[in-house]
């Protein structure tokens, strides 16, 4: 199996390279469909952090290896032998991942190219913006293994598409296809499986024309405004416009549309 190395560190289950400031993170199990074990979490955990610390980096592709898979849930083969004890752990980690890929401070797109069950769903709801190929699969099948959604589903997926519709996909297991995940606004597009990548890529790099600290404090904006209150995510808004005003980008940006010419962010 190919790996990647982050720092001297091996990658045993994920290929990790960065060009012109993308990050690209690829799940790297096509034999089990690219399942989810301890091994993939730590390595997504280890290629995520590394990400989020490159100050190069401006947005990052997750993916899955091969045509059929994003990412189809669990290795049942270790599900299958854990104790309570063992089970809470890792759903412990497993929820770190999802929290760390939501808060990464930088956006994160979702190239769902397959299946996208269980953790991959929830990888994909954990995302800041999906997009489905035409055979992409959704679902959280959990409930018909004697377990249930552990790594954010029952709670991002209410967030997302309402407590009503994400009831009926929790508790029945069942799948949806890729239009029907865009009807009910799990995805942002459906694109075919070759444009996929591409129009990652283009929805990444219009994000990165923009102010790094502004998109990194709107993204915190809506990320903890939907755990509060509107009064208190105004508040938590207006906090973070005030910190913006106050960076050397705020300056560039409003200096270059004043002058008509194009602005050169530094981030800072």
């Known amino acids: 199996m190919s790996s990647s190395v982050i720092a001297g560190l091996s990658l045993e289950t994920v290929l990790y390279e960065k060009k012109t400031g993308i990050a690209y993170i690829t799940l790297n199990r096509p034999k089990v469909l690219n399942a989810l074990n301890k091994i ?99 679902g959280l099948p959990e409930v018909k293994l004697g377990i249930m959604p552990g790594y954010g589903g029952t709670q991002r997926l209410p967030r997302l598409v309402g407590k009503g519709v994400a009831l009926h996909l929790i508790l029945t297991g069942g799948m949806i296809g890729a239009q029907e995940a865009y009807r009910i606004g799990l995805v942002n597009e459906v694109v075919s499986g070759a444009e996929l990548v591409g129009r990652a890529e283009a929805i990444l790099k219009k994000i990165a024309a923009n102010a790094p600290l502004s998109v990194k404090y709107a993204l915190q904006a809506v990320n903890n405004g939907v755990e509060t209150s509107l009064s208190e995510g105004l508040l938590l808004e207006a906090s973070l416009v005030a910190i913006c005003t106050s960076t050397e980008d705020k300056k560039e940006g409003t200096s270059a549309f004043l002058e008509k010419r194009p602005a050169k962010f530094q981030g800072r």
């Open 40 to 138: 993939a979490i730590a390595d997504l955990k280890a290629a995520f952090e590394d990400a989020r610390d490159d100050s190069e980096v401006h947005g990052v592709i997750l993916t899955g290896a091969g045509d059929k898979a994003f990412i189809a849930g669990a290795d049942i083969n270790e599900v299958a032998t854990d104790t309570p004890v063992q089970a809470e752990e890792k759903t412990r980690r497993g929820q770190a991942l999802m929290t760390l890929i939501e808060n990464l401070g930088k956006p994160v797109v979702a190239a769902v190219n397959g299946f996208a069950l269980g953790g991959g769903c929830e990888a994909a709801l954990a995302s800041t913006i999906r997009l489905a190929a035409e055979n992409a699969q959704f």
